[in-house]
């Protein structure tokens, strides 16, 4: 059983990528996504593949889930399989899954971070920050990246919020799914975020022969 001490709230920071023309990120294939986990296990970078597996799991923005809490997450000290956050850009509630894959490797992290115990999920490494930031969680992301080969300046932490949706789309083509899974108000926000009209234009190019 876990306890958690109640932290002060860190101070609202400034984004890092405020101000700076950062184009979409890419999402991660299969490959990736395993090549990365892979990577982490054999690291044993306990934390670190606990925030890759949530982050794709939940589908959420960098300043959602650096901010996420112990308690949004767990139900009488156990791991939900779903879980409710309540968007900062939007102020709309999303819900997500947690696979039991992810459900392990938070787990394992929790049980490590015991000694140090926050009421944030994921805790920085310096002293007077009480969770990660976005700052940070991108440092780690452009880490990831590059362990595996890929051009860091081509994916980012978006790619995390990204990656799980645009699986799901391409297997499904279920647009409504998608839409509620990112927690998008409208639906024209979703065909843009996974470039759908780009998509279905490549393929109807590539059936065309002439």
């Known amino acids: 059983m876990f306890t958690f001490q109640l932290l002060e709230e860190a101070k609202p920071r400034e984004p890092w990528n405020k101000g700076k023309l950062v184009g979409q990120r890419r999402s991660l294939k299969l ?11 054999i690291n044993n970078s306990v934390r670190d593949l606990a925030l890759f597996n949530f982050a794709i799991d939940s589908k959420l923005r960098g300043c959602d ?27 709309q509630p999303v819900q997500f899954e ?12 929790l049980s490590e971070a015991a000694d ?6 994921f805790t920085s490494r310096i002293r007077k920050s009480a969770h990660l930031s976005t700052r940070q969680y991108a440092r780690i992301a452009h880490n990831w990246f590059e362990s595996i080969g890929l ?5 980012g932490t978006h790619s995390m919020r990204r990656t799980k949706a645009t699986l799901i789309y391409r297997r499904t083509k279920n647009l409504r799914a998608v839409q509620l899974l990112l927690g998008h108000t409208k639906l024209e926000s979703t ?5 759908v ?6 393929e109807l190019a590539e059936q065309t022969e002439i």
């Open 151 to 155: 051009d860091p300046s081509m994916y």
């Open 31 to 41: 490959k990736g996504i395993w090549g990365i986990r892979i990577r982490l296990q």
């Open 98 to 109: 947690i696979t039991e894959e992810t459900q392990v490797s938070v787990s394992a992290w």
């Open 197 to 202: 009209e780009v998509d279905v234009a490549l």
């Open 65 to 91: 889930l650096v901010r996420l809490k112990v308690s949004d997450v767990t139900h009488s000290s156990r791991l939900m399989s779903r879980a409710d956050v309540m968007q900062r850009k939007t102020g």
């Open 116 to 121: 140090n115990a926050s009421h944030y999920l």
């Open 191 to 195: 065909v843009r975020y996974l470039g």
